[in-house]
């Protein structure tokens, strides 16, 4: 959170500015940048409102905590209320939303939906975003994890009228989400005392929560086979349900209409696309509408298909790839889900394809064909390969050739590393993906950074972790030769050699060797830790714990990183490769690595001045230490 204080407290510092000075440093130091425009005004604009009604309601003791970060996520509560329940005496907390909006409509065709004149495409629906709030917050806080009576929410619009928002209450239904407006101010007042007593203090349920211990993420993989089969697993906020419902409501009216639409939804590592692309699986599933999944990454497919389809062969049939569709009719499909759509190639052709069947036809054009509804997840920011070609720009070209309406859905939030859009900067700036160079790590009670003196000292804390029940992996650039695979019963080679510290790389192959699990399962079978992984089996995939090495394809000299590409032994680099392009993919490919761990990554380098330079920006007393 930002800032923490009782409501009598925040009342004051409102009136004299102090309040905003210190929200402003503190969002400053936990993110590294001043907050926009629009968000310090919500703060001047909404907060003292709040403030007076609290005081009003003679809950000036209530503590209120501002900007509450949501455990393993980025996104912030607007506020959270800690106090104690009136008639219960146990903690009662109530989160809530502010907006200065003035009126609002309620979508035609979905009520979780809103339309506000500020916004160019449709919004979540307060009511539904302080519901899933408070679920979220019931998922994975400990201390509320098995007393969800304890948490409420309420929007307040304090700026709109009834008549301005009537549309958006038809959603009420229980007290996790209610709608206040300022001519509802006393039944909102009433709402508060009948939630946070006016007689103690609420400092002590704030510390509660505070302490409340993270409950482990639901990753991905272990339960989607609940997700596809039986029902959501996941809590989906903000922009990630409005994707969600964009694209339900894209395929009824596809379906309505007879007519084609195409919907991309973006969002770098950890944003939720392969989460949202799941339930949509799941969902469109249910409904009896003909959909399927598709990636272009042979791991995360035969994954999906091992965990999801563990028991059904129908549902393993529901994951495809990308070059899947070559001769499949058009419009055969309600809707395509296609996962990891930044490796989308330029044609499905392969080495293997028949010769009929090499018609030139360009990927994209066939996933758009097929069904009425294709939907892209993607982050361009992750190519990693020559010739993958999934941007936002290449799909809406080539809906606009057939004069198809195209949609762009952005997702803001991450998941992915703690929730640190701090560490997630940190890696994009250290990797000049983004402009002014380099800055030293500023540590945040999100994510873990620390740098190994070398690969044994790393596999050590690494197994550490491992031994406190944390999942983790080593994970390195592709800058070793990848033997053969060995014989069933012959030991793995020693691929990665790093002085006398030697591992092998993930089997390529599709079955387990010598206590190895297949290429496809390295990131999710604990027997991965084993072997190093490569970009190409760690993408689309996170752990607990990320050990990633960085080889001599990328070192730093003076005040910038060089790309030898002659240190790098990916076969996809053909001498045609221009060196602009072999210097940009093995950027990403680092960014892909650095951006796995889920609760800290341990960063090495082979080359000495390059793990100077890691040690001087990640910080000199960040290194990991090994209890024996």
């Given at each position: 959170?930002?800032?923490?204080?009782?409501?009598?407290?925040?009342?004051?510092?409102?009136?004299?500015?102090?309040?905003?000075?210190?929200?402003?440093?503190?969002?400053?130091?936990?993110?590294?940048?001043?907050?926009?425009?629009?968000?310090?005004?919500?703060?001047?604009?909404?907060?003292?409102?709040?403030?007076?009604?609290?005081?009003?309601?003679?809950?000036?003791?209530?503590?209120?905590?501002?900007?509450?970060s949501l455990p393993l996520n980025s996104k912030r509560a607007d506020v959270v209320l800690a106090g104690v329940h009136p008639a219960t005496g146990e903690p009662s907390y109530v989160v809530v939303e502010l907006k200065q909006w003035s009126q609002a409509l309620p979508h035609e065709d979905d009520l979780t939906?809103?339309?506000?004149?500020?916004?160019?495409?449709?919004?979540?629906?307060?009511?539904?975003q302080v519901r899933r709030y408070c679920e979220y917050l019931v998922n994975f806080n400990g201390a509320v994890s098995e007393h969800g009576h304890r948490v409420a929410g309420v929007a307040y619009l304090h700026n709109a009228t009834e008549f301005g928002v009537a549309g958006l209450r038809e959603i009420e239904r229980d007290g996790k989400g209610l709608l206040f407006t300022a001519e509802r101010r006393g039944a909102l007042l009433d709402h508060l005392r009948s939630r946070l007593s006016d007689r103690h203090p609420g400092a002590g349920a704030a510390d509660e929560l505070h302490a409340g211990v993270t409950a482990p993420s639901k990753q991905l993989m272990s339960v989607a086979a609940e997700e596809v089969r039986e029902r959501t697993q996941f809590v989906l906020l903000d922009e990630q349900q409005v994707a969600y419902r964009m694209v339900l409501n894209a395929v009824e009216n596809a379906k309505r209409a007879d007519r084609k639409e195409v919907v991309i939804v973006t969002g770098g590592p950890g944003t939720g696309k392969s989460v949202i692309a799941l339930q949509l699986?799941?969902?469109?599933?249910?409904?009896?509408?003909?959909?399927?999944?598709?990636?272009?990454?042979?791991?995360?497919?035969?994954?999906?298909?091992?965990?999801?389809?563990?028991?059904?062969?129908e549902v393993q049939d529901l994951f495809k790839y990308f070059n899947s569709f070559m001769t499949t009719?058009?419009?055969?499909?309600?809707?395509?889900?296609?996962?990891?759509?930044?490796?989308?190639?330029?044609?499905?052709?392969?080495?293997?394809?028949?010769?009929?069947?090499?018609?030139?036809?360009?990927?994209?054009?066939?996933?758009?064909?097929?069904?009425?509804?294709?939907v892209f997840f993607l982050d361009e920011h992750q190519v990693v390969r020559p010739g993958e070609m999934g941007t936002v720009a290449e799909i809406k070209a080539a809906a606009a050739k057939r004069g198809i309406p195209c949609h762009v859905v952005p997702l803001d939030s991450q998941f992915r590393c703690g929730g640190s859009d701090a560490y997630l900067r940190w890696v994009v700036r250290l990797l000049g993906l983004e402009p002014g160079g380099p800055v030293v790590w500023e540590p945040d009670d999100r994510m873990h950074l620390l740098v190994a003196d070398n690969p044994q000292e790393m596999e050590a804390f690494l197994q550490a972790r491992r031994?406190?029940?944390?999942?983790?992996?080593?994970?390195?650039?592709?800058?070793?030769?990848?033997?053969?695979?060995?014989?069933?019963?012959?030991?793995l080679p020693p691929d990665v050699v790093i002085g006398d510290w030697t591992r092998p790389w993930n089997l390529r192959g599709d079955r387990a060797v010598s206590g190895a699990p297949p290429a496809a399962l390295w990131a999710t079978d604990p027997a991965g830790f084993g072997q190093v992984g490569c970009v190409y089996t760690a993408q689309g995939f996170e752990y607990d714990w990320s050990g990633?090495?960085?080889?001599?394809?990328?070192?730093?000299?003076?005040?910038?990183?060089?790309?030898?590409?002659?240190?790098?032994?990916?076969?996809?680099?053909?001498?045609?490769?221009p060196d602009a392009d072999v210097d940009r993919l093995i950027r990403n490919t680092y960014k892909v690595l650095l951006t796995r761990g889920m609760v800290g990554t341990v960063v090495y380098s082979t080359d000495r001045e390059t793990q100077d330079k890691l040690r001087e920006l990640v910080g000199a007393d960040r290194h990991v230490t090994v209890t024996p």
């Open positions: 959170m930002l800032f923490r204080a009782s409501a009598k407290t925040v009342a004051v510092m409102a009136l004299d500015g102090s309040l905003f000075l210190h929200l402003t440093e503190n969002f400053v130091h936990m993110h590294g940048y001043r907050p926009g425009t629009s968000e310090a005004r919500s703060w001047e604009r909404s907060i003292p409102v709040l403030a007076a009604a609290l005081n009003d309601a003679g809950l000036g003791d209530v503590e209120v905590m501002l900007e509450y939906l809103c339309h506000v004149d500020a916004y160019a495409h449709p919004v979540l629906n307060p009511i539904e699986l799941g969902e469109l599933y249910r409904r009896g509408i003909a959909a399927l999944h598709a990636t272009g990454s042979q791991s995360f497919t035969k994954t999906m298909r091992k965990v999801a389809g563990a028991r059904k062969r009719e058009k419009n055969s499909l309600g809707a395509l889900i296609c996962d990891e759509a930044h490796r989308i190639r330029e044609t499905s052709a392969n080495r293997y394809t028949r010769a009929a069947h090499r018609t030139g036809r360009a990927q994209i054009d066939e996933l758009i064909d097929v069904a009425y509804v294709p031994a406190q029940n944390y999942g983790a992996r080593i994970s390195a650039g592709y800058c070793w030769r990848w033997s053969p695979e060995p014989k069933p019963g012959d030991p990633v090495i960085i080889g001599p394809d990328l070192v730093w000299r003076g005040d910038r990183w060089v790309t030898d590409r002659t240190a790098s032994k990916d076969p996809v680099f053909k001498r045609s490769t």
